[in-house]
């Protein structure tokens, strides 16, 4: 395995200081001691949510990796003394992984079955030499027991090493969380991640990603949904990481 990541605690949670280079290259490195853990994509939502959530917070804190795909958290790492800190997006995490010739096999569990189906068609456009060990769109509901073994046991019968877990947060890290050591593979829980590669919601033009602006760019998507969750979440955390330590 390779040597530890430096981390920079961020209002409690351990956030990776990383960038996109060396996470790639530690998922295909470290793959068979990665397997049954999980990793984490932390913004600003999750991270706050963290901070007022005990259970939650156990939830971030057992992953093997928590990467900072929002920039507020690798600007704040930059500016206590991790100068090399970079971003790392769920979505852009995907297209490297997906673009690399490295055998590694790729299963999917989340999104709406028409996403799920677009998505299969545009990685096969885009990535014709990835391999896909399955999709599945589970029901918008709490699986039973029975249901839940169902699909461990198709994941695990796949050969996946990667499952890529689409459900939103904190649905998606709370699922992984409670499948950690029963999955063949490594998890990594990538939010809206199906629906860019799918083409459904559009990414925000460089310029805003680089501005710390991408959350303003979905709020305008999906007004409804996102308001009341960044309009707080934001404003908590601007206020938080200049009072908290």
Not at 47 to 70: F, R, S
Not at 120 to 132: D, S
Not at 143 to 166: C, F, H, P, Q, Y
């Amino acid at each position: 395995m390779a040597k530890e990541m430096k981390m920079c605690r961020i209002l409690g949670t351990d956030i990776a200081v990383t960038d996109m280079e060396e996470t790639v290259a530690r998922i295909e490195k470290d793959i068979e001691h990665l397997r049954g853990q999980y990793i984490c994509i932390a913004n600003v939502h999750t991270t706050v949510m963290a901070y007022e959530n005990k259970d939650y917070w156990k939830v971030q804190h057992d992953a093997a990796i928590c990467l900072p795909d929002g920039r507020p958290l690798s600007v704040y790492s930059r500016k206590h003394g991790f100068p090399e800190a970079k971003r790392v997006t769920g979505p852009d995490l995907m297209g490297e992984l997906f673009s690399r010739e490295n055998g590694l096999r790729h299963y999917f569990y989340g999104g709406s079955p028409e996403t799920v189906e677009t998505l299969a068609v545009k990685l096969r456009e885009r990535y014709p030499k990835m391999q896909i060990a399955g999709m599945v769109s589970p029901p918008f509901r709490e699986l039973t027991g029975e249901e839940d073994a169902r699909e461990i046991a198709k994941m695990n019968e796949s050969g996946a090493d990667i499952i890529w877990v689409g459900l939103g947060a904190p649905k998606q890290e709370n699922w992984m969380y409670r499948h950690k050591g029963k999955v063949n593979a490594v998890m990594i829980g990538v939010g809206a991640g199906f629906d860019y590669h799918a083409g459904t919601i559009k990414r925000a033009p460089m310029w805003m990603q680089k501005a710390s602006l991408e959350w303003l760019y979905r709020l305008l998507q999906d007004p409804k949904r996102l308001f009341g969750r960044y309009f707080r979440t934001n404003l908590k955390y601007l206020w938080l990481v200049h009072t908290k330590r």
